[in-house]
């Protein structure tokens, strides 16, 4: 934290990264550099390594090689720059909390343990509901929330917590027409705003539309680039035309 | 006038004598502590754990007995010292093969309750079981008071100072996690707590019913209110007033007081069940299921006003 604000580099930068599960890796030396104020799709077929990429970049495993930096910071020292979304299955609809309760979460860490809700906090969850269209909701318990109401409720939450990477776990599953495109509209704001989105996402079809930047990958990066290039023909049959090793297996 | 300075009378009797005003202390001090600890058990869907410490108390408590008598200090740490023993040889067993955590901690607390039993035989002075089993509120000293003064400090003051990660935790342990949170202290804390909560109270109701004073008062609770503090410190002031009052009723219909304590709780627990205004069965059943209004907005957004069914137009 002892880099001076101005000489903070506003990007994420993955360094030879691998990550295994039971010594199988999962993504094997992977590097990338991604820059402030882009919506990223994360592609690549089932056990291509999209849901370990973003638990790795959100803290949630040890990496076997390299690192993972955010604004020049390593990410276990970043923790309230990065926002993790959960998967709307592992989320607890009854949990007695309001939308603005969910919201005051993501001041949590900078209020501390036991300090009070000071002026600033309070303008922050005040904008961070008011960005997202919740205002009217605040009151309502999490369940009373239509599907997309409920992703915006969690994008505002990370709003309030002040962070610059939001990672967001299939967040169009499961989502109607109407809801998926309020969806990519506060995604579409937030990128406005300056935010990295790291989007891991199953349809290829309206990729273009949903992201500017697209990382492929297979276990290993594929690609990574503007959207139509790094889902170029030839690139997603490497993708997902190569078996993917993913466990012990034997050869006869 | 006269009949209800009489019926006052009558109530405030029992407490004239000093053991019924150590029960009546204690059962409060426990009653709002393990009401308040109880929503973070039910929130972390803990219930069943919890139950199985209570049950794997017992055979720390039959080595207290054994070495060093029935001092409530024995009791206390030789009680917490198995439950910690079943919790973690439980989740060691579950990392280690390929049982699940459920059928370990099963399998430890039922061999934990039978070897307690076991051991009681053994034990140096004359242990009634079903002082253990039951508990046996009267009989509060001093030294239990001092332990649940104990608990109760230690009990409200780490859950109020560390509020804020443990409903983090409480609510997605993964998110927490991502956020800095130290989950696995968090949880071993809670763990840590449930079991002091269970000691605690076993003089009140014993090791079979210590389990209703950590989950009835924060389930009614949980049923009648969305906000977490008013169902923290609304099961906090109901484990209160139903040990309280268990207690008076037990005094004068001259029955246990744990199962007194447990049936009062029963009672709240099935009025809110039914009649909660927001969760309440009967009233779910009244109300309908929609928010009508907004289904009506969206449905109105789309269509106009038209609430015409198209193919009826046609007909003259």
């Known amino acids: 934290m002892s880099t001076p604000h101005h000489e903070r580099e506003p990007m994420l930068r993955i360094e030879d990264l691998t990550v295994s599960y039971h010594r199988v890796p999962a993504i094997h030396h992977l590097s990338l550099s991604l820059g402030f104020g882009h919506c990223v799709g994360l592609f690549g077929p089932n056990g291509a390594g999209k849901s370990t990429l973003l638990k790795s970049v959100a803290g949630l495993l040890n990496p076997e090689t390299g690192r993972i930096l955010i604004e020049g910071i390593a990410i276990d020292q970043a923790a309230s720059l990065i926002a993790y979304l959960p998967q709307r299955e592992s989320v607890d609809w009854d949990f007695p909390v309001t939308v603005r309760g969910l919201v005051e979460m993501g001041r949590y860490h900078q209020v501390g343990l036991v300090g009070s809700f000071s002026q600033r906090d309070q303008t922050a969850v005040e904008e961070a509901l008011e960005l997202f269209n919740l205002t009217p909701l605040a009151r309502r318990q999490i369940k009373e929330l239509s599907g997309g109401q409920q992703q915006r409720a969690f994008l505002a939450r990370a709003w309030a917590q002040e962070a610059d990477l939001y990672l967001l776990d299939e967040p169009f599953g499961g989502l109607d027409r109407t809801s998926a495109a309020a969806l990519a509209s506060a995604l579409g704001t937030l990128r406005e705003r300056g935010k990295l989105l790291l989007v891991s996402h199953h349809a290829l079809a309206e990729a273009e539309s949903l992201f500017d930047t697209a990382i492929l990958l297979n276990g290993e990066l594929v690609a990574c680039g503007p959207t139509s290039e790094a889902l170029s023909p030839q690139n997603l049959e490497c993708a997902y035309g190569t078996a993917i090793y993913s466990g012990a297996h034997y050869h006869s | ?316």
Not at chain 2, 158 to 175: A, E, I, S, Y
């Open chain 2, 1 to 316: 006038m006269n009949w209800l300075f009489h019926f006052l009378s009558l109530l405030v009797e029992p407490f004239s004598y000093s053991f019924m005003q150590r029960a009546l202390l204690s059962c409060a001090l426990i009653g709002f502590t393990n009401g308040f600890l109880g929503t973070f058990i039910i929130l972390r869907r803990q219930a069943l754990l919890a139950d199985a410490l209570s049950h794997s108390l017992l055979p720390g408590l039959a080595l207290a007995a054994m070495i060093v008598g029935l001092s409530p200090g024995g009791l206390l740490l030789g009680g917490l010292i198995a439950a910690l023993f079943v919790a973690l040889g439980a989740q060691v067993m579950a990392r280690n093969s390929r049982l699940k955590e459920e059928t370990a901690v099963a399998s430890l607390y039922i061999i934990a309750f039978a070897l307690g039993i076991v051991l009681i035989r053994f034990a140096k002075v004359k242990v009634d079981l079903t002082h253990f089993l039951f508990g046996n509120i009267l009989g509060v000293g001093n030294g239990d008071l001092w332990i649940a003064y104990g608990a109760a400090f230690l009990t409200l003051a780490t859950l109020v100072l560390f509020q804020r990660p443990l409903l983090l935790t409480l609510f997605d342990v993964t998110v927490a996690q991502a956020s800095g949170v130290r989950v696995r202290w968090v949880e071993t804390g809670l763990l840590a707590l449930t079991v002091l909560g269970l000691v605690a109270s076993l003089q009140a109701v014993g090791v079979l019913l210590s389990l209703g004073l950590l989950i009835i008062p924060a389930a009614t609770s949980y049923l009648l209110t969305d906000s977490f503090n008013r169902m923290l410190w609304g099961g906090a002031f109901l484990g209160m007033i139903c040990a309280v009052g268990g207690l008076v009723i037990s005094f004068f219909a001259n029955i246990p007081s744990g199962p007194c304590i447990v049936m009062l709780m029963a009672l709240f627990l099935g009025a809110a069940y039914l009649f909660s205004p927001r969760y309440g069965v009967l009233f779910k059943l009244i109300r309908g299921r929609h928010y009508h209004e907004e289904s009506l907005e969206r449905w109105e957004g789309h269509q106009g006003h038209d609430h015409q069914v198209p193919g009826k137009e046609s007909k003259p």
